[in-house]
């Protein structure tokens, strides 16, 4: 029985060495991309690819460690991905919300949100307002005899104060 050959051992010199040089490619992969084209590729991330967004896929598409590209976007912005992102993604379910006849679970889904209940907590926290579920509809207005049915979720309602409605914007 032929036992195979043992790998030669390198020196700690040229294990050194080695290591030198793979944080040299490192480093000059990572001066080659600029700060600004890493968040601007994370800010387009955002806007372009809400519903999935992920500074993973920036990072890949750079080259670049996650840590480094969550770096570069705090320090030019002030914020973390993760606060620029979900932002974002209430902005747009305020626009969605005063602007569309989709219903909230619709929108929920639409601005990239799986757990309902998170997504109501964080619109609380950011506006200060809840976000009824029901429709309702109004009394025919005056002279037309018209009824008008809402999705409620046009009127947000202030968590302290009774029930308002404020239409479409």
């Known amino acids: 029985v032929r036992l195979p050959p043992v790998p030669a051992r390198r020196t700690v010199t040229e294990e050194i060495q080695m290591m030198q040089t793979k944080n040299e ?62 932002r974002h993604r209430m902005e747009t379910a305020a626009r969605l919300l005063r602007r569309s006849d989709l219903n909230i679970q619709q929108i929920i889904a639409q601005v990239g949100y799986e757990n309902t209940s998170y997504f109501y907590r964080l619109f609380h926290e950011r506006y200060g307002l809840s976000i009824p579920g029901k429709r309702i509809t109004f009394p025919p207005e005056q002279g037309t005899g018209v009824r008008c049915t809402v999705p409620c979720f046009f009127a947000v309602v202030p968590m302290h104060k009774k029930l308002v409605f404020s239409g479409r914007m």
């Open 25 to 86: 490619m490192l480093e000059s992969r990572t001066e080659a991309v600029s700060r600004d084209a890493l968040v601007r590729a994370a800010l387009q991330e955002i806007t372009q690819n809400y519903r999935e967004a992920s500074l993973s896929n920036v990072a890949r598409a750079y080259g670049v460690s996650l840590a480094y590209v969550s770096e570069c976007v705090r320090a030019q912005t002030g914020k973390t991905y993760k606060e620029l992102l979900q």
